[in-house]
């Protein structure tokens, strides 16, 4: 079955300091990939994605994602966090026309 | 980029009664929207896929004659909460697939319903 996993629940990380989140999928061919961000009582809104082509993809706000086919992963890192960050993230994939499917979401906390 | 409005933001009204919420595309034409129901703290679950002029397509384990939807036009859909009960609180959120940029879903604010 079709899936997106994302390993972890809470990540905290200091503001100023790199972040990466982990995204890993499960399909039967390379699907489209997307992260989303959930800001507390708010919609989705759309990082980046990765339909083809180039397997570093850059984002709004700083973010960028890297797509490694070997490892069947798509992980966003951002090189230095602000505490505006602090969210829900969501990794996500589709295959054309079909519905989206979400990982469990990553809560991002950032310390002072 | 492309906007969807969702509205209301927030509703509380007490069980039994019905409750509409509105999704709109504002700058683009979406031929499907989709509607979530998003749990405290956990991720979105699809609910049904609502296609422009034709019956909605539900999920599994969700009641159509619960949610009713209706999308009417190329940009807008509305997803009705018949007959709520407290267990229908949650967070709604909808989103539009933007036919011109291939594939990608952009999502409205959500609704956060509370029965009483």
């Known amino acids: 079955a079709q899936s997106v996993t994302q390993p972890d629940i809470h990540i905290t990380v200091s503001e100023g300091a790199s972040l990466e989140l982990r995204c890993n999928y499960s399909y039967g061919a390379t699907p489209y990939l997307f992260w989303y961000v959930q800001s507390p009582g708010q919609g989705l809104q759309l990082l980046l994605k990765?339909?083809?082509?180039?397997?570093l993809v850059q984002g709004i706000k700083g973010f960028e994602a890297e797509f490694k086919r070997s490892q069947s992963s798509f992980n966003l890192r951002k090189p230095s966090v602000h505490w505006s960050d602090a969210a829900e993230y969501f990794c996500a994939a589709m295959n054309r026309d079909d519905k989206i499917i979400f990982g469990k979401g990553t809560r991002l906390h950032i310390l002072p | 980029g492309a906007v969807v409005s969702q509205h209301p933001s927030r509703v509380i009204c007490k069980s039994g009664t019905s409750v509409k919420i509105e999704c709109r595309s504002l700058?683009?034409?979406?031929?499907?929207m989709f509607w979530y129901r998003q749990f405290p703290k956990q991720s979105l679950m699809l609910m049904a896929t609502s296609n422009e002029g034709s019956k909605a397509t539900y999920e599994q384990g969700v009641e159509k004659d619960k949610f009713l939807i209706n999308h009417a036009s190329l940009t807008l859909s509305t997803l009705t909460v018949t007959s709520a009960h407290p267990e229908d609180s949650s967070f709604y959120i909808c989103?539009?697939?933007?036919?011109?940029?291939?594939?990608?879903?952009?999502f409205g604010a959500g609704t956060r319903l509370s029965v009483l």
């Open positions: 990765y339909f083809s082509g180039d397997t």
């Open positions: 989103s539009a697939r933007d036919y011109r940029t291939e594939n990608i879903q952009y």
């Open positions: 700058d683009f034409q979406a031929t499907t």
